[in-house]
C-alpha cells in the first residue's frame, strides 16, 4: 500500500501540478480569446464602416457619377460630332488637275454614278454637331445640325470657292412618356434633314433613296406585331424658275414648294416606301415642248434588307426597286426635281452586297440601273446601268489592296433638252489603291488613307453629249489615267 | 479501505484521463487562440490597407478626378456647346411658301415686331462654341464664338443661299485675384459679342435692346453696397454709305464707325442704362431733305426687372422705357442705324410677364410701341404698338395647346423717305400651335416641335407702304391663312 | 495514514472540483474558440469580398473608366476643340477704322511684314475641331476640321463680308502595329492641311515658312539615330490666270496645280527643309516682259531650334535661312504664288528669341529680311527687312505692360509690274499696350485683352508704290496715331 499510497501521493502532487499548469494555460487562454473577442468585434465594427463605405459613395455615387459623365464621353448624352470628310488629289497624266466624280458621265446628270474610288477631285466635309438631353421624366431629345463645304481648289484659304453651308437642323424627340400603344417607341422631329432611312450604295456615293428637306414626322410606330411605320412631310424649294410668260419679252420667274408626304414601312427584312408629292403652279414653269412641267408625283420603294450576301454566305446584302412619276420621277432624290414633266417615269433597280470571298479578301458588288422616259421633253429616253465590284486584300493589320472596277452603258435621247445630243456607249474604270487603316476588317471601317492609280475609257461618243459637261472638256477624251492620294473619314 | 483505496485508484486513474483529455483540449485550443491570433493578425493589417485604399486613392483621388471631369461634361470647364435653332415649314393657302416674320409688317422696318408664332419662314441656327479656362491662380477665362446662319429654302444643300457667318468672337476673364475691392467680381472682355445683358420680348422675336458689335468692357464693378454697374465700348461698321458729292455725277461713298460708350446700372431690381456714341463724318452721308444724317446720338433705358407677374401673382415680368436722339434712335439695336438724322428721337416702351392662371394655363402678355420723330426725314412720323398674348394649356407630359394673339396698329408717315408711302392702320393674327415637349413645365422649356395654322389679316392701306415689302407682294393682301411645322430648340 | 488518505480523500474531491471547473472553462473556451472561428472565417470571407470589390470594380474598373473619360476631358481621346481668334478695335486719330495690318507696307504684299501689336484691324478666327480615336491593336488616327473667317467689319452680322471657309480637312494616323524598324514611330496623314512642322514669328504674324495644301505624307521616319525625316506632297490650285493667246483680242485663262515634293529632315537642334515643285503649262501664264512664268521651283532652309537665347540667357530661339528659286521663290508660302518667274530668285532670313531680362521683363527681338530678284519682272528688286522687339513688364499676376518697337527698310524696283512704282524708303511703328491676362508668365500665355496706342510713322516716298494699297489711301500718309482694344486667344 505504501507504494500504492506513495505513488498515490506522488500521483496527487503530480495532478496537482498538472492541474496548476492546465489552470494557467486556460487562463491565459481565456484572456487570448477575451483579447481575440475584441479584436473581433473591432475588426467587424471597422469591417461594417468599410462595406457601409463601399457600397454607398464609392459603388453608388462614384458609379452613378461616373456613369453620367461616361454618357458625355460616349456621346449619348450632351454634346457629341459626327463627321464624313474626304480630301485628296486627282491629278490627270498631264500633271493637272483631273476631271472625275462617280457622276463624271452623261448619265451622271440623271443619278447615273459610276465607281468612286480614284474618282474624287473633292475635299467634301460634313461637321455634324449634336446635343442630347435626357429629362427627368425620362423623355429623351437629340439636335442635330450639320454644316458641309464642297471644294475642288487644293488650296488651304478658300474663301472665294466656298460652299460653305449648314444641310441639317432638325431636333428629335424619344421615350415621351405620354406617348403609348402603338407611339410607345415612336419618335417625332421636325426641322431640315436628311431622312433617317436613308441607305446607300457607298462605293457609287449614291443613296437607293435620298429624301432631305424641311418638315416634321414620326418615326417607329408600331401598326401590327411585324408592323413598323414612319410618316413624314418634307418641303423642298423650286426657286427662280422661268414661266411662261404672255409677254415673250419678259422673262418671268416664279417660286414654289414641293411638298412631299411618305410613309416608309418595314415588315421583317422588307421595307416599302411610298411617297405622293404636290409643287403648286410647278406646271406653269416653261418647258422645251408640249409637255407641261409636273405639279405632282409619286414615287415608291421596295427593298430588302439582307442579313447575308444574297443568301450565299455571310455578310449583308440590299436590293431596291424604285419606280416614280410625275415630280416622283426623280427616284433618287425625291421631289428634289422640279424640271420633270407631267409624263415622266422612272424605273429603277439597285442591290449591292459584301462578304469575305477568302479570310483577307472581301468582295462588294453592285448594280444601279435606271429606265425614264419624257422625263425632260416629249419622247425622251434615259437609259443607263453601272455594274461595280469593289475587292480589298488585307496584307496586315494596317494595309490592304483595294481594287475596283466600274463599268457604265447608257444610252441617252434628251430630244433636244438642254441643247444636249443623243448618245449611246459605254464608260469603264478600274483602280488600284493601296490603302492604309488604323485597323483593317471590312468595308465600313474608316478612316482611309489611300494612294491610287485609275484607269477610265468611254466611247468617243459620249464626248458629244453636251460642250459643258466633264466629257465635253477638251483633253479629257477617254484613255485616261489619274493618279492621287486620299483621306476617308467617318464617325 | 480497500473500497476506498479502489476508488482512490479509480479515482485517480479517471482523473488522469480527465487531465490527460483536458491537456489535449487546452492544446488544442491554446493552438486554435494562437491560429485565431494570426488570423486577427492579418485581418488586421489588411483592413488597415483597405482603409487606407479608401481613404486615400478611392475617395479622395477619384473625387478631385471625377469632379473635374464632371466639370467638363456640365460645361464648367473645356468645351461646351449651346444653340438656338428654328426650322420648319411656313406654307400659305395656295400650298407655297408664305410671307411672313415678326418684322413683316410696315412697322417691321423700324423694329414693330408682331407675335412670331407660326408668323417664321426661315431655318435660323446659331451654333455658340464656348471653351472655359481655370487656371493655376485661380482666374478664369471663357473663349466664345458664335456661327449663324438663315436661309428661307427648304433644300438641304444651300450653298447658293448660305448666310452663314460668325456673329461672335470674343473672351471674358472673371476671378481675377490682382482685381480686388469694387472689381472683385468685376468679369473684363474684349472681342466681337452680343452684350451679356440684353434682354427679349421673346414671342415679338424682339429684344427690349440688342447691343452688339466689336470692343471691349467690365461687367459688375460693385460701386456701391446696391449699385452694380458695367462699362462698355462697343464698335459698329456704317459701311459704303452714298456721300453728298461736289460732282452729282459722281457716286462717292464712304465708311466709318460708330463709337458707342455704354454704361449699365442695376439698384436691386432697377436698371438705367446709358449709351453715347459718335460716328464721324456720318453726317455726310446724302439725306433726301434739309436734315443732315446724325453723327452723334444718345440713347438711355430704365427697366425693371420683376420677380412675380406685375406684383398679381408667381410668374416673372421686365417693364422698360427707352429712349434715344440722333444715333441713339435706334432705340433696339443701340448704334445700329446710320441713316438716322440729327433730330431723329424716338421713344419706346416694352413690357411682359409670365404666369400660371390655373394649374395647367400659362399666359404671357407683352407690349411693345414706339414713337418716333424726324427719323429719316423732317417731319416723317413712325408711330406703331403691338399687344400680343400668347397663351398655353399643358395637356400631357409631353404636349400642350398654344394659341398666340397679336394686334398692331401703325401710322408712318414716311415724307417720301425710301419710295414709302404714308399708311395707317392695323395688322391682327391669330395662331393656334399644338405642341409637343419632351417635358412640358413653363414658357422657357424646350425644345419643342409644333404645328400651327395662323390667320393673319391687316388693313387693305398698308399694302400701299411699299412695294418692295411683304405686303407689297401680289396674293399676300391680308385674310391669309398658313400652316406649318416648325422646331425650336435653345441650350 | 487517515491523515493522508483524510488529505487523499480532501485532495482528490478538491482536484475534483477544480477539474470539472476546468472542465466547464474549457468548454466555455473551446465554445469561444469556435465562435471566434466563424466570425474570423466570415471576417475574412467578407474582407476577401471586400478586396475583390477593392482591387477590381472600385480600384480597377473604376479606375480604367475614370481613366477613358479624363482622356475624353483632356482631348487625349474623342472629340476636342482649338482655337487662334483675335478680334477687336483699331481706329485711327479720326475715330474711324484705321488701315492697318502686319502687311500694310508695301512689302507686304512680298511678306515683308512689320509688328503686328496695335496693327490688326480684324477679326480672325479659327475654330479647329478634332476627333481622335484609339483602336483595339493599338493604332491611333486623328482627324482634324479647322473653319475660319476674316472680317474687318465690326457689325455683328457679317453675312454680307462673310469669309468663313475650311482650311483644313485631314486625317493623321500614328501608332501603326504593322509598321516597324524607321517607321516605329512614323504617322501618315492626307486631306488638306497646314504642315505640322510650320512655325512662325508670332509678333510680325509671319511664319517662318508656310507650307499647306492638299496633299499626303509620312512624318518621323527615323532614317538613323539622329536623323528624322518628313516625306510629302503638297498640291496647290493656281486657278483662272490669263495665258497669252494666239487671238490677243480673246480673253483666255487657264487652271494648273503647283505639286510640291518635300521633305524635312532633322539633326539634333538642326533642320534642313527642300522642297522640290511644278506646275504644268503654268509658264503659258501672260507675263508683262519677256521672262516665262515659272513652271517649276526649288526651295529649301535651313533653320536651327535654339533651346536657349541664343546660347546668352534662357529662353528660346530660332533663326532660318530661306532660298527659293522659280516657283520656289515664294519663299515662306511655299509652292503658293503662280506668278513668279521662271528666273525668280529670293533669299530670306528670319529670327527670333524670347528671354527675361530682369524677373518681370521680357524680351523678344526678332528680324525678317529678303532680297528677291526678276520676281514678277525682269530686273524688278523687292529687297526689305524688319527689326522688331516686344517688350513685356509684368505688373501683377493680371496685368502687364507690353511695348513694341517696329522698323521696315524697303526698297522695291517692280519694273512696272502691277503698274506700282519703284519706292525706297522706310516705316517704324511704336505701341504700348496695357494688358490683361488671367495668369501672366511669359510670351506664350494666352489669352489677353489689350487696351493701345501705336503711333506709326514712314517716308513720304512709299505712298506712291500704289494707289490701291493701304499707303495710297488718301489720309493714311504717315505720322498716325491708332488706338483700340482687342482680345487675342488660342488654346
Given amino acids: 500500500m505504501t507504494v500504492s499510497t506513495l505513488s498515490h501521493a506522488q500521483s496527487n502532487s503530480e495532478l496537482e501540478e498538472r492541474l496548476a499548469e492546465l489552470e494557467q494555460r486556460i487562463v491565459a487562454a481565456e484572456k487570448r480569446a477575451a483579447a481575440a473577442e475584441r479584436r473581433a468585434k473591432q475588426a467587424e465594427q471597422e469591417m461594417a464602416e468599410v462595406q457601409a463605405n463601399e457600397s454607398e459613395p464609392v459603388s453608388q455615387d462614384i458609379e452613378s457619377r461616373l456613369a453620367e459623365v461616361e454618357r458625355h464621353a460616349n456621346g449619348e448624352e450632351g454634346f457629341s460630332f459626327n463627321v464624313y470628310a474626304r480630301s485628296g488629289l486627282l491629278i490627270g497624266e498631264d500633271g493637272k488637275s483631273s476631271e472625275g466624280s462617280p457622276y463624271v458621265t452623261p448619265a451622271g446628270a440623271q443619278g447615273g454614278a459610276v465607281g468612286r474610288l480614284g474618282n474624287e477631285p473633292d475635299t467634301y466635309a460634313e461637321a455634324i454637331l449634336n446635343y442630347k438631353m435626357r429629362f427627368d421624366n425620362g423623355a429623351k431629345a437629340k439636335y442635330t445640325t450639320m454644316i458641309a463645304d464642297s471644294v475642288t481648289t487644293s488650296n488651304d484659304w478658300t474663301a472665294g470657292e466656298s460652299n460653305l453651308n449648314v444641310r441639317q437642323v432638325y431636333a428629335e424627340f424619344s421615350d415621351l412618356p405620354s406617348f403609348t400603344g402603338a407611339f410607345e417607341d415612336a419618335k417625332i422631329w421636325a426641322g431640315k434633314r436628311f431622312d433617317r432611312d436613308n441607305f446607300d450604295i457607298h462605293w457609287l456615293d449614291s443613296d437607293f433613296v435620298f429624301l432631305a428637306g424641311t418638315g416634321g414626322g414620326i418615326y417607329d410606330m408600331q401598326l401590327a406585331d411585324n408592323w413598323k411605320s414612319n410618316l413624314s412631310v418634307y418641303g423642298r424649294s423650286f426657286t427662280d424658275f422661268p414661266v411662261d410668260s404672255m409677254n415673250p419679252a419678259a422673262e418671268e420667274t416664279d417660286s414654289t414648294d414641293n411638298l412631299i408626304l411618305t410613309s416608309n414601312n418595314y415588315f421583317g427584312n422588307w421595307q416599302w416606301m411610298v411617297s405622293g408629292m404636290n409643287a403648286a403652279d410647278n406646271d406653269e414653269r416653261s418647258t422645251s415642248g408640249p409637255l407641261d412641267a409636273a405639279d405632282n408625283g409619286v414615287h415608291t420603294m421596295v427593298a430588302y434588307h439582307g442579313e447575308d450576301f444574297f443568301g450565299i454566305s455571310e455578310g449583308n446584302s440590299k436590293v431596291a426597286v424604285m419606280h416614280g412619276q410625275g415630280l416622283g420621277a426623280a427616284t433618287k432624290t425625291i421631289g428634289g426635281n422640279g424640271n420633270l414633266t407631267e409624263d415622266a417615269t422612272a424605273t429603277r433597280i439597285g442591290l449591292y452586297g459584301t462578304t469575305y470571298m477568302a479570310p483577307k479578301w472581301r468582295v462588294a458588288p453592285a448594280i444601279l440601273a435606271e429606265t425614264s422616259e419624257d422625263r425632260y421633253a416629249q419622247g425622251d429616253q434615259y437609259d443607263w446601268a453601272t455594274f461595280n465590284v469593289r475587292l480589298a486584300n488585307e496584307l496586315t493589320e494596317n494595309f490592304e489592296m483595294q481594287y475596283e472596277g466600274s463599268y457604265q452603258w447608257m444610252d441617252i435621247s434628251p430630244q433636244g433638252y438642254g441643247g444636249n445630243n443623243a448618245v449611246e456607249g459605254d464608260y469603264t474604270k478600274l483602280t488600284i489603291a493601296p490603302t492604309f487603316k488604323p485597323q483593317v476588317g ?44 486620299q483621306t476617308e473619314v467617318w464617325f
Fill in 442 to 485: 471590312g468595308f465600313w471601317q474608316r478612316p482611309e488613307i489611300r494612294v491610287f492609280a485609275s484607269w477610265s475609257d468611254w466611247d468617243e461618243e459620249l464626248n458629244d453629249y453636251s460642250a459643258s459637261d466633264s466629257f465635253g472638256k477638251p483633253g479629257f477624251t477617254g484613255d485616261d489615267w489619274s493618279f492621287g492620294v
